[in-house]
C-alpha cells in the first residue's frame, strides 16, 4: 500500500479520476475506468468498491448541479423517483451480500449490448425535437417502477446504471435527451450516496483516496456536463455507444473469458 503515497501513483489516478468524471456526466460508466485502476494500486475489492462511491458521488453531485442549473433537471417533478431510488439501492446493496450473482455477471453483458444496439437502430431512443420537458410530475406508479428498478440495479450490481436511466428515461416520459441525462445525474448521485453511507457503516472507505479522487471527477463531470449541454446529442449519442460497447466488453470479457 505504500505505492499509493508515491506522486506517480496519485498522477494516474488523479487523470483517471478526471476520465471517469467527464464520461460519467455526458454517458454513465465512469467506474470502468475507477475501479480497475483502484485495485490496480493495491486497493482490495470491497474497499475500492465504497472508495469509489465516494469519489463518484463528487462527480455525480456536480453533474447533477449542472444540469439542474441550466434548467435541465426540476426536482420538485421527481420526488417519488428519488424515494424510490434510495430504497432500490439499500436493497439492492444488501441483497448483493446474499446471493450468488455469477448470472447476472454473464446476462448483464447482453443486456448492455442489447442497449447499444437499440440505441444505434432506433432513431428516437436518444430523444427527437418532438420530446418536451414535463410540466407536472410523471404518475407516482411509473416514477416509483423505475427508481426501485434501476436504485436496486445500482446497488445490486452498477455498470451501465447512467446509460440505462439516460435511456429509459427518454423512451419512458419522452424527455428530451438533455433533461434524461440531468435525471440520470441526480438519480445515480442518490444511489451513490445511498451505498457509499452503507459501505462507510461497514468500514470500506479510504476517505483521502476517496476525496482527493473525488475531486478530479467532480472537475472532470463540471466539463463533460457542460460540453454535453453546449453540444448537445450530435456529441452525447456517439459518447454514449461507445461508453455502452465498452462496458459491455468488459464486462463480457469478465465474466465469459
Known amino acids: 500500500m505504500d505505492l499509493l503515497f508515491e506522486p506517480s501513483t496519485w498522477a494516474i489516478l488523479a487523470g483517471i479520476g478526471l ?94 449490448i442489447v442497449i447499444a444496439i437499440y440505441t444505434l437502430l432506433k432513431p428516437n431512443s436518444m430523444g427527437c425535437t418532438s420530446f418536451t420537458p414535463l410540466k407536472k410530475p410523471a404518475t407516482a406508479l411509473k416514477q416509483w417502477l423505475q427508481g426501485l428498478i434501476l436504485g436496486f ?6 455498470p451501465g446504471t447512467g446509460a440505462f436511466w439516460t435511456i429509459s428515461s427518454t ?24 451505498s457509499l453511507l452503507i459501505f462507510f457503516a461497514l468500514g470500506k472507505v479510504n476517505l483521502v483516496i476517496g476525496l482527493s479522487m473525488g475531486l478530479c471527477m467532480m472537475l472532470g463531470s463540471f466539463i463533460g456536463a457542460r460540453s454535453a449541454i453546449k453540444f448537445g446529442v450530435q456529441f452525447i449519442r456517439p459518447v454514449f455507444v461507445t461508453i455502452v460497447l465498452l462496458i459491455a466488453a468488459k464486462l463480457a470479457w469478465s465474466a465469459w473469458f
Open 153 to 158: 440495479y445500482d446497488g445490486f450490481a452498477g
Open 171 to 194: 423512451t419512458y416520459y419522452r424527455l428530451p435527451l438533455l433533461h434524461s441525462c440531468g435525471l440520470a445525474r441526480a438519480m445515480t448521485f442518490t444511489s451513490n450516496l445511498t
Open 19 to 112: 476520465i471517469a468524471g467527464f464520461i460519467d456526466a455526458v454517458a454513465g460508466g465512469g467506474g470502468l475506468l475507477s475501479i480497475p485502476a483502484l485495485l490496480t494500486v493495491g486497493i482490495p475489492p470491497h474497499l475500492a468498491l465504497g472508495t469509489n462511491k465516494l469519489a463518484a458521488c463528487f462527480g455525480s453531485s456536480m453533474a447533477a448541479f449542472t444540469y439542474y442549473q441550466k434548467n435541465l433537471f426540476s426536482p420538485n417533478l421527481w420526488y417519488h423517483t428519488f424515494v424510490a431510488t434510495f430504497i432500490g439501492a439499500v436493497t439492492g446493496t444488501f441483497v448483493v451480500y446474499l446471493i450468488d450473482k455469477s448470472w447476472l455477471e454473464k446476462w448483464l453483458p447482453v443486456i448492455i
